[in-house]
């Protein structure tokens, strides 16, 4: 059995550490636990391993954020993965900083990554982990919070909180995203 994982987030240097790249930030940790590394491929950088006896393909868009559903409709095809088989790994203002859900479906709650799979990929009936990144911004200032990077104190909870995110995934994976849910969910 085959998974599509896909971490979203913006490529360049610029966007490495911020909190709209924590995705990519999962999908990076999740690779490295597998002795796997990324290489270029169509539209992404991607990897695959096997844990369980599943096939997990991990892929980071080179689309950019607001492109990523190209990538996205792209592998699941290529690789003909249905929709309960996806996971997008997300970040979420609604959350506060350091809760982690799990979700069978949901709205995109504004994410341009999330409007854009939506549009390509037929709806929003796929599962997504939702990172939170907590929403201490003052007003306007929404941007500079999503592409700025975590404060000292958050980056010395990350390293726990990018943990269990890949153990979301594996269990994802493993035992199926009701049990993931009751397991993990906070």
Request: net charge positive; charged share 25%; with cysteine.
């Amino acid at each position: 059995m085959k998974y599509l994982i896909v971490g979203l987030g913006n490529i360049g240097p610029e966007y490495e550490a911020t909190r709209h790249n924590i995705g990519f930030i999962v999908a990076d940790e999740l690779a490295k636990k597998n002795n796997v590394d990324f290489s270029l491929d169509k539209q992404s950088f991607k990897t695959e391993f096997k844990h369980k006896g599943r096939t997990f393909i991990l892929i980071k868009p080179t689309t950019y954020m607001n492109l990523s559903g190209k990538a996205v409709k792209y592998w699941m095809q290529k690789e003909n993965i249905p929709y309960d088989r996806l996971l997008v790994i997300v970040d979420d203002l609604a959350l506060p900083f350091g809760k982690l859900r799990m979700r069978g479906k949901g709205s995109s709650a504004g994410h341009n990554g999330l409007k854009n799979i939506e549009q390509l990929c037929g709806g929003s009936n796929y599962p997504r982990l939702r990172f939170g990144i907590g929403s201490d911004f003052p007003k306007g200032r929404q941007v500079d919070f999503v592409l700025g990077e975590f404060s000292k104190e958050e980056k010395e909870e990350l390293p726990f909180l990018i943990d269990k995110a890949c153990d979301m995934i594996l269990s994802f994976g493993t035992i199926g995203i009701n049990l993931t849910m009751s397991e993990y969910n906070n």
